[in-house]
């Protein structure tokens, strides 16, 4: 069974940078849909980013859009964010989550398999 596991999250002051990465074990991603998504506390989950499998096409959410980038390597299985120009109101859990098939969405309930997450803090 496929397993998705973040890595990269970490303490970071406003205007940092971070780069995560979503490594999938036991299975093979590269026809999957790879979407991350973050959740601040009391806040609802948001979509930050989208990638099709051939990695042709990106979609991101509005309130990143022009700082992060989402890429993937199939080779390795893995799928990356890197975020620039951090703010503090990027601190949330972020989760990579995999679906099967060729459209991307937004809406998170559309992806099938999901990792436990990993911190990202951006201080003022």
């Known amino acids: 069974q496929v397993q998705l596991v973040e890595s990269g999250g970490g303490l970071v002051q406003a205007g940092g940078s971070l780069r995560l990465s979503c490594a999938a074990s036991g299975g093979t991603l590269s026809r999957d849909v790879m979407g991350w998504f973050r959740q601040a506390p009391g806040k609802e989950r948001e979509f930050v980013a989208a990638i099709t499998g051939s990695g042709g096409d990106t979609y991101y959410g509005n309130s990143v859009k022009g700082r992060f980038t989402i890429s993937r390597d199939n080779a390795k299985n893995a799928v990356y964010l890197q975020m620039n120009s951090l703010k503090p109101e990027d601190t949330a859990v972020y989760s990579c989550?995999?679906?099967?098939?060729?459209?991307?969405?937004?809406?998170?309930?559309?992806?099938?398999?999901w990792g436990q997450g990993t911190q990202v803090t951006v201080s003022s």
């Open positions: 989550a995999a679906r099967y098939g060729s459209a991307a969405y937004s809406q998170s309930w559309k992806y099938d398999l």
